[in-house]
């Protein structure tokens, strides 16, 4: 092996030492909940028009919303409408609450003193007039056909509110984003790595995105950022006792080559499953995207869950560590006295300085 390669490989162990020890410093968080902010993109509402989420693979788009190009999440703000009016002969007997889609209609059963109706005579002796709702066969029709327009009204509503709902927590979130982008950052991971003994369930495979806003359209999107990699949740892997050593360094290595992308469902799937039997033999991967349930022969799992989530932004020396040896594995060039000084190289001495040995000074 040549002097600059073996310069390489010690400059290389270097900085992972470095890296190594900045996370050692940190405490990761284990836990997704605990972040600033997350989106399980799992459980979004299904829609055509007004949500979509454009996952980063070859496979062909599926029959509703996700498809295979576009923004990682398009969310329209989308118009709501104001209940169907009940017929006039139902309005005094209609109980509050019923514009709102979330309610289901209550009507009295009777109304006393109304203009026409039975006689009744109270425990009392007094003499009252009842009517009561069944007693007009035309109320209990207009009552059965405006709830059948209704409850279709609701249902739309309903479903259309959960996504104006995502739209102004997303729409938060982006001012959050810029108001601290120095210390905030939103990601999209993916590849869960669960351990009910020590609490521990969060995505090892995540990448830097952003929120955008389209002021004409009323539309926000999470985007890809252009120059940012995936990577992987090392600060997290180099604290669990059940991880292989090396694990951590292998899996690295393979997503600075290949950077996949944690939205994508084909190539992915196989990098964790392989990351999966890397870190520890009783170690399983399961595709679904449900938490895998703990068995006696196999205490950590990865899975395929995907999510957004705002994070605090890691130690800078461990970011900066990361991006030089993104550069050398790209084939920068390691400036000489570097190498020089990892591989224990002489420095040679200028002839006009004095040489006297220091134990002689």
């Not at 990682?72 to 118009?79: D, M, R």
């Not at 203009?115 to 066969?137: C, M, N, Q, Y």
């Not at 964790?272 to 679904?288: D, H, K, M, Q, Y």
């Amino acid at each position: 092996m040549s002097s600059s390669v073996i310069g390489v490989e010690k400059t290389k162990q270097l900085f992972r030492f470095l890296r190594e020890i900045s996370r050692q410093r940190s405490t990761p968080v284990r836990m997704l909940k605990d972040e600033i902010w997350h989106l399980d993109v799992e459980t979004l509402p299904v829609d055509t028009e007004y949500l979509r989420v454009c996952f980063r693979d070859d496979t062909e788009p599926d029959e509703d919303w996700r498809v295979s190009h576009g923004p990682l999440l398009y969310v329209k703000s989308p118009p709501l409408s104001n209940c169907p009016a009940p017929d006039d002969i139902l309005l005094r007997w209609l109980r509050s609450g019923w514009e709102n889609p979330k309610n289901e209609p209550s009507f009295l059963e009777e109304i006393e003193s109304a203009p026409a109706g039975r006689s009744l005579v109270t425990s009392d002796g007094d003499k009252v007039t009842i009517e009561f709702f069944s007693d007009d066969p035309r109320r209990v029709s207009a009552r059965d056909k405006w709830l059948r327009v209704r409850r279709g009204w609701a249902n739309r509503q309903n479903h259309l509110q959960s996504i104006k709902d995502l739209f102004d927590v997303l729409y938060a979130k982006r001012a959050d984003l810029a108001r601290e982008s120095e210390t905030i950052e939103l990601m999209v991971g993916t590849g869960y790595i669960t351990d009910p003994l020590r609490s521990i369930d969060h995505p090892i495979l995540s990448r830097r995105v952003r929120i955008k806003f389209d002021e004409d359209e009323n539309v926000i999107t999470i985007d890809d950022v252009d120059d940012a990699r995936s990577e992987i949740n090392g600060s997290l892997l180099s604290t669990m006792p059940d991880v292989e050593e090396d694990a951590v360094g292998i899996a690295e290595k393979d997503v600075a080559s290949s950077d996949y992308h944690p939205m994508d469902r084909t190539e992915t799937p196989h990098f964790l499953r392989r990351v999966a039997n890397i870190i520890n033999s009783s170690c399983t991967f399961s595709e679904g995207c449900e938490r895998p349930t703990f068995n006696r022969g196999s205490i950590l799992s990865v899975y395929m869950r995907h999510s957004f989530y705002i994070r605090r932004v890691p130690d800078g020396v461990e970011r900066a560590v990361s991006s030089i040896l993104d550069a050398i594995d790209a084939g920068v060039e390691i400036p000489e006295h570097l190498q020089r000084i990892v591989c224990g190289g002489e420095v040679s001495i200028p002839e006009h300085l004095d040489k006297t040995p220091i134990e002689n000074v």
